[in-house]
């Protein structure tokens, strides 16, 4: 006995790890089109005619953590509740709203308008956006009229786990009634009697509970629609041939001369973390939460995590390299690295942190240095300020207490009230890619190889090519931050 339950945990112990999971990254939109496919066609004898024709209120969801908005076997909400027996939804969409603004468990609401669908009709280009963080999505509506009775997506993952890439398209195409255990009633025009005390979410079957569905002649409830996901924002794939250097410079500009606003002493920018990748791979991005790495980052400049977890990802179709730089000072400091990238690896991301700060950083997010026209020679861009959505704060100072529960990483804006925010839009840094000379002219098939040919490469270019300015050289973050603490405590004390 003992012994089956060993195998058995050590079993799911091996599947587990042998199916591989990938998040998938970023942001992605769908179009979602709702097809009615419930009529006294295509459901005879299970489609109401009175008091009024059969139809869907207003389809109505959101894109999500992990828990849905109903579940089979668990009470409704007060939101199913009322979309199930009246089809109205501001009670879900408050319900929403709270998992959105507070409990952080959802992303975006998904409503179709508010008409009313009739049984055949499509409604098209109901807008659905889902993150790294909130791949799932979650329908609801009514079966109108009826007791309490609707249909719609439990939950449903927009992500594909096995590749780590967001679905071209997805269709469900067997949509069943549910009944929300609130009302009583067996038939769509019974009357208004609630259930008491409540019941459960259950799955409306030909046989059970008794309701019209049992006459139909079918010996399973056809589907009463569909539903169809296409995504809208597919990532564009320039394919440039080659291998080639290219230097990355960061300047740092952030001074008290151009954001006077509680300029901190000891300002500076922690070891900057590059690394060179395919569209498969993200290191941070609006609207998704920061990796354990990027939070170590954008909180206290340490980049060993974050360095970590880029070389955990490269493999071939993930990462092709990652370099890191000594912290910069500022004003007037820099620091220039020499960086490949070749073929399907053509997309740059850094990160460092605006410090001291609570988790505050400048970066650049999968610049792609394939253009229509193959390698960009020169590109430079002006950066801006993130919150990384892991720690409160509104002063450039270090210690501050976590984000609970923990927020997406957002650009700071000028409308926020912290120190930063009145400059929000004011240059911190600015980053420039140069294209250098050509390494080798490969070509995709030897993908595989070139990646491990670069590891070698990078070990001593990138020490060679790594010159940081000043002060700051060599630095580690902490050190620069228990320097500036040190100091203060020594001023603290004189006076
Ligand atoms: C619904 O369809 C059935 C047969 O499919 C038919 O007998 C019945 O008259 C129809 N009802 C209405 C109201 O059209
Ligand atoms: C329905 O939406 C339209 C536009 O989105 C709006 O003008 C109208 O007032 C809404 N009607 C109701 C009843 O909410
Ligand atoms: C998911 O990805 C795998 C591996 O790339 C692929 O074979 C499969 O067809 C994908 N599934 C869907 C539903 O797109
Ligand atoms: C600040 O910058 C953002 C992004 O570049 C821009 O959308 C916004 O309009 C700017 N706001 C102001 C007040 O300049
Ligand atoms: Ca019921
Ligand atoms: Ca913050």
């Known amino acids: 006995m003992v012994g089956t339950v060993w195998l058995v945990a050590l079993f799911s112990l091996f599947s587990a790890a042998y199916s591989a999971k990938y998040e998938c990254q970023g942001v992605a939109q769908y179009g979602l089109t709702f097809y009615g496919m419930w009529s006294n066609m295509t459901h005879p004898n299970a489609f109401p005619f009175t008091p009024k024709i059969g139809r869907f209120s207003p389809l109505v969801g959101a894109s999500l953590r992990s828990d849905p908005l109903w579940m089979s076997g668990m009470p409704a909400s007060q939101g199913v509740k009322n979309v199930a027996e009246t089809g109205n939804s501001a009670v879900l969409e408050q319900e929403i709203m709270q998992r959105i603004m507070s409990a952080k468990t959802a992303w975006k609401q998904i409503k179709s308008g508010n008409m009313t669908i009739s049984g055949t009709e499509s409604v098209m280009n109901i807008e659905v956006e889902v993150t790294k963080d909130f791949p799932y999505v979650s329908l609801v509506t009514m079966l109108a009229p009826s007791p309490d009775w609707f249909t719609g997506i439990m939950k449903v993952s927009l992500c594909n786990a096995s590749s780590g890439m967001w679905m071209d398209s997805w269709t469900i195409d067997d949509i069943q009634p549910w009944d929300a255990g609130t009302d009583d009633g067996a038939t769509f025009d019974a009357a208004n009697t609630a259930t008491t005390p409540p019941g459960y979410i259950t799955q409306i079957t030909r046989n059970a509970p008794p309701t019209n569905f049992m006459y139909l002649a079918a010996s399973a409830i056809p589907t009463l629609g569909k539903m169809m996901f296409v995504r809208q924002n597919k990532p564009t794939m320039n394919q ?40 498969k791979y993200k290191m941070w991005s609006d609207m998704t939460r920061a990796s354990p790495g990027v939070k170590e980052v954008a909180e206290i400049g340490a980049e060993g995590t974050l360095y970590s977890e880029v070389m955990m990802m490269k493999k071939p179709g993930f990462v092709s390299n990652v370099y890191k730089t000594g912290a910069v000072s500022t004003p007037g400091g820099y620091t220039s690295t020499k960086i490949m990238v070749q073929n399907m690896y053509s997309m740059v991301s850094l990160i460092t942190m605006i410090a001291p700060s609570p988790d505050w950083f400048v970066g650049v997010d999968s610049y792609d240095l394939c253009g229509m026209n193959g390698w960009k020679e020169t590109v430079t861009m002006d950066l801006l300020p993130w919150d990384a959505g892991t720690e409160n704060g509104l002063t450039y100072s270090l210690d ?36 250098g000379e050509m390494i080798t002219a490969t070509t995709t098939a030897r993908t595989t190889t070139t990646v491990r040919a670069t590891t070698t490469v990078r070990a001593t270019t990138t020490e060679r090519t790594t010159t940081t300015d000043s002060s700051a050289r060599g630095l580690s973050a902490d050190l620069f931050a228990i320097l500036s603490v040190s100091l203060l405590a020594i001023f603290g004390v004189l006076y």
């Open 240 to 279: 440039c041939s080659g291998m080639y250097y290219y230097t990355v410079k960061f300047e740092a500009k952030w001074s008290q001369a151009t954001h006077p606003n509680g300029f901190p002493s000891g300002a500076h920018f922690s070891p900057l973390v590059i690394a060179t990748h395919s569209y």
């Open 400 to 435: 501050n207490a976590a984000t609970m529960p923990v927020d997406v990483i957002m650009r700071i804006t000028p409308n926020s009230n912290s120190e930063i925010g009145a400059h929000a839009n004011i240059t911190f840094a600015t980053v420039t890619f140069t294209r």
